[in-house]
């Protein structure tokens, strides 16, 4: 099982690849990624440096293609095909099918991942994506439960990547459109899920108040831990109970290390660590943890279970790195759907 | 210009739904979508019944697809969709790329909804190839974006656009209906029944912001684009759809139908103005009103 890791820059690749990542992705500095934040991904000089790096040390570059080009403005994605097939990437992380079109044709040999926000999420549009872009894997959205992927897996004509850890997102990904309902902003267009520019943090008295584009998606004390603010995670009311609640969901990180024998038992190639926007501090804790944690399951898969009950240092670090510090299986768990 | 229904979304029991299409073929709507397309666990009505229905307005001169699930997680929901493909006689309406997949290689041909990612007209010609006859613009875009889509060489296909109703913005493999009833999903006793409009869910300012119905989250404000049916003509859309969320809806489709675009801005708002939007048509957050 290849453990995939985010890089925001050069310093958390170099921090993924130091702390054991099998295989990095990243992204350009435009809108031919769901990740645009300012000061964050590469430049072209800056992709050849990283795929430098990773050829060097043996590990996988991957090149995150995941928004939808607008009419018109299509040759920068080509552009970054170009690219990657040019500095022989290991793979092209997509979900248009013009983009999946434009590589498969072009570029019979550069290998296609697709991407989440494709949100292909059964067999049928798995086969879809195989048959007509001959794509090498695929990225599941985090809305199926482990069984799902269990049995998606024995039958998937191409190896799945599912999320391992970091922000939960609760929607089947590329179809949410709550972010741009709100800040006009889409993930699918190149803007980012809740913008910073049109986050503000309001005081008022020992309250504070979250609002996106001036709407209230939160209100919590000074001192409460306070999560990235998205409308899925916000506390809302209704006519019936005016008492404000997490509907949709809290600000929860996914972690899924206790699954790790039964996604490895599935088949499934790939573990992603989500995470570009965030530090190399980050990269390195949570790599480095779960390096360790599939080292273990690999040289002792019965004794893993009992190994992760045991390793406090393992908790302890993943959650000092959660969103308001909690953790949930997410979707992976029937429970919690 | 054309007219068209988009399938319900809500849960309404077995009669109300058969009323309310017998009162829409009564209409002069020309283009009606049926199914479920939200989840799997509603049954109130059955395929057959959705093919009874899908007769009666065939038999009354409507043009009839069947709607295809939104989100699709496993092989018990690919074998309905078979079915669904393989109807033999009704062309689908796709809402997920498996739809797409099943639909093309049967040579049955579709329209793509507008929860298929078609962004751009590369993409919309690729689909074409496939055999779409049809598209409608996902929620998010434009009417710039749209022009640009359609100015450069006139499609073969035809172009609709969603013009009024509750917009579906978001589904998720957790139902939010059961979850506000604390009820797991897996025995969640169809409590989205409970609401035919969706659950109005507002901020701790009491503004209106979502409309939960089961795993789908809609917009808590209604898209009114009546008065830009003038300007879709002009841009070269095929199809206005509305959403159904009423049977009160018969009532707007035949004042619609019954105007000239020239008469359409003047269509007085039903009520509730102040929870309208139409801010995507504008490049703007879609929650907007312009």
């Not at chain 1, 990904?173 to 993930?187: I, K, N």
């Not at chain 2, 509603?42 to 697809?65: I, S």
């Not at chain 2, 009417?143 to 656009?161: G, H, S, Y």
């Not at chain 2, 002009?234 to 509305?242: A, K, N, S």
Request: hydrophobic share 40%; proline share 5%.
């Amino acid at each position: 099982m290849e453990l995939l890791c985010p890089a925001g820059n050069l310093a958390s690749l170099k921090a993924a690849f130091n702390a054991g990542a099998d295989a990095v992705y990243l992204g350009l500095k435009n809108d031919t990624n769901a990740r645009s934040f300012a000061g964050l991904n590469f430049s072209p000089s800056q992709m050849a440096q990283a795929n430098k790096l990773a050829k060097q040390q043996n590990r996988k570059l991957f090149l995150t293609l995941n928004t939808f080009p607008k009419p018109g403005e299509e040759s920068r994605w080509y552009e970054a095909i170009d690219l990657a097939a040019d500095l022989h990437l290991d793979a092209v992380i997509c979900a248009d099918i013009s983009l999946l079109d434009y590589a498969s044709r072009h570029y019979p040999s550069l290998p296609l991942h697709l991407s989440v926000q494709a949100s292909a999420t059964n067999v049928a549009a798995l086969s879809f994506y195989k048959q007509q872009f001959n794509i090498e894997r695929a990225v599941l959205p985090r809305v199926l439960s482990i069984k799902q992927v269990r049995d998606l897996a024995k039958v998937s004509p191409v190896d799945l990547e599912v999320f391992a850890f970091g922000s939960l997102c609760i929607m089947a990904e590329g179809r949410c459109h709550l972010s741009s309902y709100v800040t006009g902003q889409s993930p699918n267009t190149g803007g980012s899920c809740s913008p910073a520019n049109h986050v503000r943090w309001q005081d008022q008295g020992s309250k504070k108040l979250t609002r996106l584009n001036e709407v209230l998606i939160d209100t919590t004390s000074q001192n409460e831990q306070l999560g990235y603010p998205v409308v899925c995670k916000g506390r809302y009311q209704t006519n019936e109970n005016m008492t404000a609640d997490y509907m949709l969901e809290s600000p929860t990180s996914l972690n899924t290390m206790s699954l790790i024998p039964q996604l490895a038992n599935a088949g499934i190639r790939s573990l992603k660590i989500e995470g570009r926007q965030r530090s190399p501090a980050y990269v390195t804790q949570v790599t480095q943890v779960w390096r360790q944690a599939i080292d273990a399951y690999l040289r002792s898969p019965e004794s893993f279970v009992q190994q992760l009950a045991q390793n406090h240092q393992w908790h302890a670090a993943l959650d000092k790195v959660s969103e308001g510090q909690i953790t949930t299986l997410g979707a992976y768990e029937r429970q919690w759907q | 210009m054309k007219y068209s229904l988009a399938p319900l979304t809500y849960c309404w029991d077995k009669a109300s739904v058969f009323d309310y299409y017998q009162a829409m073929s009564e209409t002069k709507i020309d283009c009606v979508y049926l199914g479920e397309v939200i989840c799997s666990r509603r049954r109130e009505l059955k395929f057959n019944d959705y093919l009874e229905l899908a007769h009666m307005l065939k038999a009354k001169g409507k043009q009839v697809f069947l709607s295809s699930m939104t989100l699709i997680e496993s092989q018990s929901e690919i074998t309905e969709l078979t079915r669904l493909v393989n109807n033999g006689e009704f062309a689908i309406e796709a809402n997920d790329m498996a739809a797409v997949h099943l639909a093309s290689q049967a040579k049955v041909p579709f329209v793509c909804g507008p929860a298929i990612n078609l962004y751009n007209r590369s993409s919309i010609d690729l689909m074409h190839n496939l055999g779409m006859t049809r598209f409608v613009m996902p929620y998010e875009l434009s009417q710039k974006w749209l022009e640009n889509v359609l100015r450069d060489n006139k499609p073969t296909f035809e172009t609709e656009v969603f013009g009024y109703g509750y917009m579906p913005l978001a589904h998720s493999a957790r139902c939010f209906t059961a979850k506000h009833h604390q009820q797991p999903k897996l025995d969640c006793k169809i409590v989205c029944q409970q609401y035919p409009k969706g659950l109005l869910t507002q901020t701790q300012e009491s503004q209106p912001l979502l409309r939960l119905n089961g795993i789908q989250t809609q917009s808590a404000a209604r898209l009114n684009l009546i008065d830009q049916i003038p300007v879709m003509a002009q841009i070269g859309v095929d199809y206005w759809r509305l959403s159904p969320s009423s049977i009160s809806d018969i009532e707007l489709i035949n004042q619609i139908t019954a105007s000239d675009l020239t008469q359409l801005a003047s269509i007085p708002p039903e009520n509730d103005t102040a929870n309208e939007c139409n801010g995507y048509w504008f490049s703007k957050p879609g929650m907007e009103i312009q």
